[in-house]
């Protein structure tokens, strides 16, 4: 019997493939859960019992949220990363690893195919076949929703006459969620201006009031949470447990995906948007004018890669070098309110702050230069539009 890997996730989509690869293609099926975050242990001993159920020849929960901070996150945050200015690439970065540790794990058990259960309209197919195609062209790749060209109702039918349970209810949203964040989409997601309703999102809020926040950074990473130390990828944790309780992060992307047509998705983040807006106010008072205008060219540019499924191109190590060097000194606290649906970035303070310098305050005194350098400055500064004004003899009526 042939063995295939499935990337698993115990949801709907993968929930038909595995079925469906057992018994209609006849596969051993060996189901791989890649946790990028997103899951209590004992939702992954649940995950697992199902798989079981389903028929998974054997099941593993991979556990790769320190591997995916150190390889991905990191960079996400030192490139004040936002799809569109709005997203945190929560489920983009994620795709790229689980396909690179789904392809790992079939060459490890010998696999002669992988599989996914990604549709044929979005981006995730794509961000899975680059990295299979890539690093294992010799393995077949089969994607049943895909390949079929199935809905939602369809799977659960196929479900039901398999004598398979699920929440139903559930399944009327589809929801990733990652270290990075939560997507969440379903039929109001699939038009141009329905909102999506307050139970499609997972955290609910609870807190009232308000709760203010220290974030410490060194280097660009957030090392600490109000004066308590641990790992970077603990801090996000921690910081999404205390911020989600406030429904904070709830947005609705809106872009243009890989195979060209426009897509809309909801999500939760709020550790990710708290953590990125931070970091971006730290390095408005630490880094220089040019700094901070190729990060932000180099750091669209790597999300936009990243996110069409592009990282293993070698640009991608060059844009990583380039943006760990500018975080030599983003170093320093950032303080947060966080309120019921939204929060607010109260100030930072760091031994690089360049509002620091002694050299003067805007809009209020000069220490370093005088009135005669500043005019004489001025003078200089006018002198191409001035030049231009002249000879082309413009009118500023």
Known sequence: MKKVVLAYSGGLDTSYCLK???NDLGYEVHTLLINTGGFTPEELTNIETRAYELGSEQHT??????????KAIKYLVFGNVLKNNTYPLSVSAERVFQALETVRHAKKLGADAIAHGSTGAGNDQIRFDLVFQTIAPEMQIITPIRDLKLTRQQEMEYLQQNGVEYSWEKAQYSINKGIWGTSVGGKETLTSGQPLPEEAYPSPLTKAGQEKVTLHFEKGELVGLNGTFEKPSLNIQKLEELASAYAIGRDIHVGDTIIGIKGRVGFEA?????IIKAHHLLEKHVLGKWQQYWKEQLGNWYGMLFHEGQYLDPVMRNIETFL?????????????????YHFSLDGIASEHDLMNSGFGQYGEINNAWTADDAKGFIKIVGNAQNIYAHVNAESYD
């Open 20 to 22: 469906y690869l057992k």
């Open 61 to 70: 929960n991979l556990d790769i949220i320190d591997k995916y901070y150190e």
């Open 270 to 274: 709020a550790a990710p948007l708290i």
């Open 324 to 340: 760990t060097d500018t975080q030599k000194t983003v170093t320093g606290t950032v303080t947060v309110s966080l309120k019921p």
